[in-house]
């Protein structure tokens, strides 16, 4: 893991969630593990994105989707990025060299809207795909910290 940061941001989002931060955590299965691995991860972002795509909850994002690089973009990128993020393979800086979640949204306005729908989002899919109360509780306080970071606008 990293541990030189650059900014806040990257603090973030360059393995920041894949322990808890405790001297033990070392030893401890990283949130990407714990989610299930790949296939774990793939069935979470493809239910965020479903939910973001075809219901309610997910109107908001869906429209700041469509003025970006479009829904199945960010189906492929979420999961590449997510994967380092929660400890497992790092593809999304394979591919771009870094994982600055600031410099990957830097073209999208985030208000506390959007903010919270992406939340609100995660926290449907988590439970959807039934994951354990304390993989749950661990991946919404990083992707809570990380959410706040974002908003830029509002």
Sequence with gaps: METRRSDTAGAACHGGAANSGSASASKAPVLYERVGGESGLRQLVETFYDIV?????????????????????????????????????????????????????????????????????????????????????DLMRNFTRVAFMLKNTG
């Design 53 to 137: 795509e075809f219901e309610p909850a997910g109107e908001r994002l869906h429209i700041l989707h469509l003025r970006g690089h479009g829904v199945a973009h960010s189906r492929i990128e979420q999961f590449n990025f997510l994967s380092g993020f929660l400890g497992g393979p790092k593809l999304y800086v394979e591919k771009f060299g870094h994982s600055n979640v600031r410099e990957m949204h830097a073209h999208v306005e985030i208000d506390a809207e959007a903010r919270d729908a992406w939340l609100r989002c995660m926290e449907i899919a988590i439970d959807r795909v039934g994951l354990a109360e304390d993989v749950r509780a």
